[in-house]
């Protein structure tokens, strides 16, 4: 396993893309490529080469699930671990968004502190399951 | 939620994350018009999400749920329910712009 140091986010409240910012460079040291729709992450993912995708759920256009549907018709893009973002916290939402081939799920209001931690975890874990 | 910026890490970084934090209440008057305003139960529910959504993170967690309970309501159509929510969530704006981030 190589080591997580591209973080593309996808989100299109821009406060939640500042506050994900602010967490993942200056906390988690990671490189980050902000993005505010999902069309916007399909056109500029082949050229970040993201070790891990985080995925709003709920977005105008392309949803997080869309999104990811059409990531996973990429070969260079199959691989890449997935984290979807949502403030949808039922047990029965999180399995759905499990069964779409996420490597975890993150609930909002989340914790910036933390959440570098999670992510590490979550990529660590997707990297695992991901089939060939 | 209670963050523990304030265990471990730098000074810049606290300094950072309370810009961010005053970028945020100084937004708050903005969203709410954008709630009170909003023309289709739709629009105000998709801010109602977007500001209990964002809310917490930035440490304002009782502002979040207030905004949650709204965005319930606002979903479900409930009229005078949702009218109370609003002016609940709106008093708590009040009560952060005014507290600031010293809150």
Excluded at chain 1, 64 to 80: C, E, F, H, N
Excluded at chain 1, 93 to 108: D, P, Q, S, T
Excluded at chain 2, 2 to 21: E, H, K, P, Y
Excluded at chain 2, 38 to 43: D, R
């Amino acid at each position: 396993m190589s080591e997580l140091r591209r973080v593309m986010c996808v989100e299109d409240d821009p406060d939640i893309r500042m506050i994900l910012e602010f967490s993942l460079t200056a906390l988690g040291a990671y490189e980050v490529c902000l993005c505010s729709s999902g069309q916007s992450a399909l056109a500029q993912a082949p050229g970040f080469k993201p070790d891990l995708m985080l995925l709003d759920v709920m977005m105008p256009g392309l949803t997080g699930p869309q999104t990811l549907a059409a990531l996973r018709t990429r070969q260079d893009m199959k691989k890449v671990p997935v984290v979807f973002l949502t403030a949808k916290a039922m047990p029965d939402e999180i399995a759905e968004l499990m069964r779409h081939g996420a490597a975890g799920v993150i609930i909002k209001p989340f914790d910036p502190v933390k959440l570098p931690q999670e992510l590490l975890m979550y990529w660590e874990r997707g990297c695992g399951v991901l089939p060939d | 939620m209670a963050f523990s910026l304030t265990d471990g890490l730098s000074l810049a970084t606290r300094q950072q994350f309370l810009a961010l934090q005053l970028r945020y209440v100084a937004g708050l008057n903005a969203r709410w018009l954008e709630i009170s305003n909003a023309l289709a139960p739709q629009a105000m529910q998709r801010k109602l999400h977007q500001l209990a959504g964002s809310a917490g993170c930035y440490g304002f967690e009782r502002l979040g749920q207030c905004a949650a309970a709204a965005e319930i309501l606002a979903s479900s159509g409930a009229g005078v329910a949702l009218t109370e929510a609003l002016v609940v969530l709106k008093a708590e704006i009040d009560l952060v712009r005014s507290k600031g981030v010293a809150g």
